[in-house]
C-alpha cells in the first residue's frame, strides 16, 4: 500500500493531481493538505511514501517546509510542484533534498512517471529543466538572490509578495526585529536599499508574479 500526500492550498489543484495519481496501478491511500500547519499535524499521525508539496503556500514557504520535512522525516521523498520559473527555484529545492521538481503546467503529462521514478528511489529530472540546470552551472555569476539562506529567502519573498514585517513576524513565529534584522541581511547581499527596490528585484528574476 502506497500513502501518498499532496499539499498545495488550492482545492481545484489537490483534485486534479488526485485524479491524475488514480492511475498509478498500486494499491494507494492518498491523502490532503491545505497548509503547513495541517501537512505537519498528518506527519505527527502517519508515514508517506511520497509528499507533492508546492512552493507558495499560506502559512510558509514552501522551501521552508521542505527543510523541515528533511530534518524530521529524512527518509520521506519529496516532489517538488511549482507554478514558478523552475530555474529559478529548482538548485534550491535539490539542494534542501528534494527527489524531484515539477512544473504544474506540465503536471499531466509528467507527474505519474516523477511519481513513479521517485517511489523507485530515484530523483526526477526533466530534460529541459536538466539542461536548464547545466546552462545555470556553466555560468560564473549566479544571481544574487542565490546566496541568501534559507530563511532570508523566505523573508525576502514574502516582502516581496508585499507582505508586513509585522504579518511576516506572526506567519515564521518570530519577533519584528528578527524579521527586519533578515530583511536588513536580504537588502545588504542583494545591494538593495529598499522595499520596493526588493520587490522589483524578485519581479524581475521571477520570483512572484
Do not use: C, W
Not at 72 to 93: G, H
Request: charged residues 30%.
Amino acid at each position: 500500500m502506497i500513502r501518498i500526500l499532496i499539499t498545495d492550498d488550492h482545492p481545484v489543484v489537490r483534485q486534479g493531481i488526485k485524479q491524475i495519481l488514480d492511475d498509478l496501478e498500486e494499491e494507494k491511500i492518498i491523502e490532503e493538505a491545505g497548509s503547513a500547519r495541517e501537512l505537519f499535524a498528518k506527519l505527527n499521525k502517519n508515514d508517506f511514501d511520497i509528499i507533492l508539496l508546492d512552493v507558495s503556500m499560506p502559512d510558509r514557504s514552501g522551501f521552508d517546509v521542505l527543510d523541515e520535512i528533511k530534518k524530521t522525516k529524512p527518509d520521506i521523498p519529496v516532489l517538488i510542484l511549482t507554478m514558478y520559473p523552475q530555474e529559478q527555484y529548482a538548485i534550491r529545492a535539490f539542494k534542501l533534498g528534494a527527489s524531484g521538481f515539477l512544473m504544474k503546467i506540465t503536471a499531466a503529462d509528467e507527474l505519474l512517471v516523477a511519481v513513479r521514478k521517485i517511489l523507485k528511489g530515484a530523483k526526477y529530472i526533466t530534460p529541459s529543466l536538466a539542461e536548464s540546470l547545466a546552462n545555470s552551472f556553466e555560468e560564473s555569476d549566479e544571481p544574487k538572490h542565490t546566496k541568501l539562506s534559507e530563511r532570508e529567502h523566505t523573508v525576502f519573498i514574502e516582502i516581496a509578495r508585499g507582505n508586513s514585517i509585522r504579518e511576516i513576524a506572526e506567519d515564521l513565529l518570530l519577533s519584528e526585529k528578527t524579521i527586519s534584522t533578515y530583511r536588513s541581511r536580504v537588502l545588504n547581499k542583494l545591494k538593495l536599499k529598499t522595499s520596493a527596490e526588493l520587490i522589483r528585484y524578485a519581479l524581475k528574476e521571477g520570483l512572484v508574479e
